[in-house]
């Protein structure tokens, strides 16, 4: 938090100023500090934004309890006697509060450390490069614009906070629901979705696409809605909500469904998922003719907007909404300003992870994008079972590791399903990104026994070498 005692005057210049402090923000701030350039942090809230406080930790830290509760519930598979008793929301609360305080502890000790400058309170953009937080104007050299995403909703659905709900209301509950409806089967959707079903919850997702995951590879969709539909949650695609109601209970969801069948369904919570947009509202970028669309800033590869010094970063960029990418291109920023020569953030190797139970990884092109890219015979692809994975066999999941490669050449996207199978998307990242083939892979060694092996497993079987997969 700023200390007033140190707030900058009134006209104090920055090298580098910075509307926003949630993982776009404040990577660049950290990093350009570290290359000596004098830098002003303006945030409203707390430093840190989304990530921190409201989205990847605190959702990850629900989804660990909800593990935690799974295993317990499990636990006679595995020879264990353990009874679920039930879950303790205000325990939950205080472990996931509890880890997102001493991050936030330790990243403002960081920013201090780095002798960056906090500043508190809501800025408005009020010139060039110029930006105003209750009645003080800051300048800088350099203005980079990372001021974030909102949670979105539909037309005419009321968010109240009690009934219908946003993510960030969702992750301040203080009892588990008797059951929800989640609207939107995106990455957000499926997690909370998951968590509330280990949990104990009657989950029902209600998703206007075809498949849930839509953004993933079709194999990875049918892989999790075969996995949700056996843990009992429900699920409704190609089906728009077509108003909501409060009731005495809860809410009621009315459905209409692509081929016109309607329906409604009762829940006590309402779960609006539908997707983040950028917040750029009011902030004054339109005003000063920062170039825009539907929204969102528009910056090319080294984050520059329109306007002569003044950069972009994070969620209010077209692309992926994921705070790794928001990180990378801070960073990207912060060096490019300091006159060093980085490399673009590389958007097509960005991994994603959804973090539900089963997990969902994957990295690069799926198979029906790399087919429109390269041909559909210069594609080739292979499925690599979990079921051979001794692993993956040890922790009872199940799933898959699917390979995209262009024929004779480099593997273009690693798709996988399972369990655990978030931390393999490190080494996918670096296949695809360094555009390997399968037999450069085929060398390395995958310690045993890990899910790691899959990956390993997988790339063999497409170099025509499988060791342990049948056929
Ligand atoms: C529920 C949920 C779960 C998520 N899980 C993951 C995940 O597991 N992995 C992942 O990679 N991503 C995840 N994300 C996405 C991730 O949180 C975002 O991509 C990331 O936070 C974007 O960073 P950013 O810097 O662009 O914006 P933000 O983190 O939103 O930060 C913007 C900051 O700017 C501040 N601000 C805005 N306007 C002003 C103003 N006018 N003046 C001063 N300050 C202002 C805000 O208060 C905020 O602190 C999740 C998001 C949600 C909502």
Known sequence: MADPGHAPAHGTEFDVLIL?????????????????????LVEADKVGGTCLHVGCIPTKALLHAAEVADSARESERFGVRATLEGIDMAGVNSYKDGVVARLHKGLTGLVKGRGITVIEGRGTLTGPREVTVVGTAYSG???????????????????????????????????????????????????????????????????????????????????????????????????????????ETGVRVDIEDDKGGTGSIEAELLLVAVGRGPATDGLGYAEQGVAMERGFVLADEHGRTNLEGVYAVGDIVPGLQLAHRGFQQGVHVAEHIAGLDPVPVPESSIPRVTYSHPEIASVG???????????????????????????????????????????????????????????????????????????????????????????????????????HAHG
């Open 141 to 247: 050299r350099h203005l980079v614009l990372a001021s974030g995403s909102y949670a979105r909703t539909l037309p005419g659905l009321e968010v109240d906070g009690e009934r219908v709900l946003t993510s960030e209301h969702a992750l301040r509950l203080e009892h588990v629901p008797a059951s929800v409806v989640v609207l939107g089967g995106g990455v957000i959707g499926c997690e909370f979705a998951s968590v509330w079903r280990s949990f104990g919850a009657e989950v029902t997702i209600v998703e206007a696409l075809p498949r849930l995951v839509a953004a993933e590879d079709p194999a990875s969709s049918k892989a999790l809605e075969r996995a949700f539909r056996k843990r009992g949650i429900a699920f409704r695609t190609a089906t728009r909500s077509t108003g909501v109601e409060r009731t």
């Open 20 to 40: 926003g402090a949630g993982s776009g923000g404040y990577a660049c701030a950290l990093r350009a500090a570290q290359l000596g350039l004098s830098v002003g």
């Open 365 to 467: 092109l799926d198979e029906e994008t790399a087919r429109s890219t390269y041909g559909a015979d210069a594609v080739e692809t292979l499925t690599y079972d979990l079921g051979g994975n001794g692993k993956s066999q040890i922790v009872q999941t199940q799933g898959f590791v699917k390979l995209v490669r262009q024929v004779d050449g480099p593997v273009l996207g690693v798709h996988m399903v399972g369990d655990r199978v978030g931390e393999l998307i490190g080494e996918a990242q670096l296949i695809c990104a360094w555009e390997a083939h399968p037999e450069d892979v085929t060398p390395l060694l995958h310690a045993h026994p890990t899910q790691n092996e899959a990956l390993g497993e997988a790339h063999l079987a497409l170099a025509g070498k499988a060791l």
